[in-house]
């Protein structure tokens, strides 16, 4: 016979047990030697989304048979066939819920906590994507892109199978930006992801590495690599062939593309992605909507450039660059002026010509410091000839260089040196070049306007070889215009060299300016444009640049 007491206090307790279970957080299955529910708590049929009386004594996995043989099924049976405790996280697909899993082997059978971590692993998931894709375009962003490359190399070097990285720059892409304003150019940006994303398989990844920049990383491209690379590239350049629709409106963009291919050799991602680069920049470089591929002499070129930008800050600290003039003459032989001419003295090379330096001086700004020691300089010895009479009618010539030019504060900087130096402003004359004069025409006006009110007077630099358009020429305060010396040089022979002069010296006189020749060496050459009416000539058949030291003595 049972005993009442010892029932009564099974039944307290059954009852204190399950008023336990049923208040705790976590959801409770218990389950007996067959699988067979036997008990479930509240939380637990309502994550599983079952009535509570219709699968008590049920199989577990007749009531769940999506779940036989997956990762539920096979935990629990381990858990059963080695008495050991597991816990784990699994995706239940059918219900859409992530769960934490903890199941107790016991002589009852086994019996299961779990709770929905749904929430917890969708902020997990947001929390890389944002780390790892690109907000805007949903791509791959560049610390993706960067883990995936490093695998990819470390794949092409065991393996030898090559791959390729194309770096991708929109060409202008500024200027959507500037006209139409950034939402606009974070449309296009969308649909540039998505026609670059379409271009490519699946298996590749398309990233955005920042701006207006996409990097596509191709992997395992078998034994022409070369040539693959070259069709994908080719494709994403069609890939920009029809119009882009922005906001309604049709807006075209092309992209300038630098592939560099890996394979065994040992190469890190920084090095691989500055090679990429390069190529882009070659591509930009070649007329933009194309593609380039990497070639190490590419690199040496920039290298070299690199070297020379070093050395040149280092020569400006020095001060190894220094000006000599070149004497400018009347078409009947008397002193006119100079042209001041910028010199760099290096310590081994000896001098170094302008021509070397100046383009990587203009590259990197460095033009601005070098353009303002020259004003100071030669306006310096401008002030120093007005106190001899031999000299103080002279004018001085001083190349000025676009970047110079545009610098907003370009106007106040020359009043500024003029000031300081005292150098009277209506014997210097700025030479400016034809291209500098095209851009932001109403702007350069301006400029040249101020400066002309206190003095200042403007030629054109090497005439005839830029894209001046007459329509503009005459509203430009100019005072001469300077033949370019490959026309008087080219005049002696075959070429158009003669006509082309002819012409200049036609329009200078047009619009009422000076026409001088540059670069006569020969009697025949001076005999030529004095014939054609140019009213001053420069070159070795008058003097060659000199030091000032050396200028002096010229004058007397
Ligand atoms: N073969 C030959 N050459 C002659 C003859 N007569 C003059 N030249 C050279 O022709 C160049 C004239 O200067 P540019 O056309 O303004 O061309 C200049 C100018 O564009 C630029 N440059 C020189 N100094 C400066 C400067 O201070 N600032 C800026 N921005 N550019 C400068 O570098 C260019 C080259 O300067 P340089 O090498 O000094 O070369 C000078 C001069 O030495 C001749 O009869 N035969």
Redesign the pocket.
């Known amino acids: 016979m049972q005993d009442p007491l010892k029932s009564h206090t099974e039944a307290l307790q059954a009852a204190c047990l399950t008023a336990t279970l049923e208040s705790i957080s976590d959801a409770v299955l218990m389950l007996g030697h067959d699988w067979e529910i036997r008990y479930m708590n509240g939380n637990a049929a309502r994550l599983t989304k079952v009535v509570r009386e219709e699968v008590l004594g049920r199989c577990l996995w007749d009531v769940f048979p999506e779940a036989v043989g997956g990762p539920y099924y096979r935990a629990y049976h381990k858990a059963v066939d080695t008495n050991e405790q597991v816990s784990f996280e699994e995706h239940y697909a059918p219900l859409d819920l992530w769960t934490e899993i903890r199941a107790y082997p016991s002589e009852e059978g086994l019996t299961i906590y779990f709770r929905d971590i749904s929430d917890r692993k969708a902020t997990e998931a947001e929390i890389h994507r944002m780390a790892f894709y690109d907000k805007l375009t949903g791509l791959p962003n560049r610390q993706l892109l960067l883990d995936r490359l490093e695998h990819a190399l470390a794949l092409g070097q065991r393996t030898g199978r090559p791959g390729a990285t194309l770096f991708i720059d929109l060409d202008h892409f500024k200027s959507i930006n500037d006209t139409r304003g950034h939402d606009k150019g974070d449309i296009l940006l969308q649909q540039v992801a998505d026609r670059l994303d379409a271009a490519v398989r699946s298996c590749d990844t398309v990233a955005r590495f920042g701006g207006d920049e996409f990097v596509v990383l191709l992997e395992d491209l078998g034994t022409d690599a070369p040539a693959v690379a070259r069709d994908i590239a080719s494709k994403l350049l069609q890939a920009f062939h029809a119009p882009f629709n922005v906001d309604g409106v049709e807006h075209y963009s092309t992209p300038s593309i630098g592939v560099a291919l890996f394979g065994r050799e040992r190469l890190g991602i920084e090095e691989v992605l500055k090679r990429a680069d390069l190529a882009m920049y070659q591509a930009k470089a070649a007329g933009r909507n194309n593609v380039s591929f990497f070639d190490p002499a590419m690199e040496a070129r920039v290298s070299a450039r690199a070297m020379l930008e070093t050395d040149m800050r280092r020569a400006l600290a020095n001060q190894e660059f220094e000006l000599h003039y070149?004497p400018l003459a009347t078409i009947d032989g008397k002193l006119a002026g100079v042209?001041?001419?910028?010199r760099w003295r290096h310590p081994q090379r000896g001098m170094v010509?302008?021509?070397e330096f100046?383009p990587v001086a203009e590259e990197t700004n460095m033009?601005l410091h070098l353009?303002c020691w020259?004003l100071m300089e030669a306006c310096g010895l401008l002030s120093r000839w007005a106190d001899d009479e031999r000299t103080a009618r002279l004018e001085m010539s001083?190349?000025?260089?676009p970047v110079q030019f545009h610098r907003p504060d370009f106007v106040e900087q020359v009043l500024d040196v003029l000031k300081q130096t005292g150098a009277r402003p209506d014997r210097l004359r700025l030479?400016l070049t034809e291209s500098l004069l095209i851009k932001d025409v109403e702007g350069t006006i301006q400029k040249m306007q101020r400066l002309r009110e206190v003095g200042v007077r403007f030629a054109v630099?090497?005439f005839g070889t830029g894209y001046s358009s007459l329509s503009y020429l005459h509203r430009l305060p100019l005072s001469q215009l300077k033949i370019d010396?490959s026309f008087i040089w080219d005049a002696q022979k075959e070429g158009h060299g003669a006509a082309i002069v002819r012409m200049i010296v036609g329009l200078g006189k047009t619009l009422g300016m000076s026409v001088l020749a540059?670069?006569?060496?020969t009697p025949e050459q001076l005999a030529f444009v004095m014939d054609e009416g140019c009213h001053y000539y420069?070159?070795?058949?008058y003097s060659k640049?000199l030091p000032e030291d050396r200028l002096a003595v010229f004058f007397s």
């Open positions: 070149q042209e001041a001419l910028l010509p302008p021509v100046i033009i353009g020259v001083v190349n000025v260089s030479e630099d090497d010396r540059e670069g006569v060496e420069q070159g070795y058949l640049p």
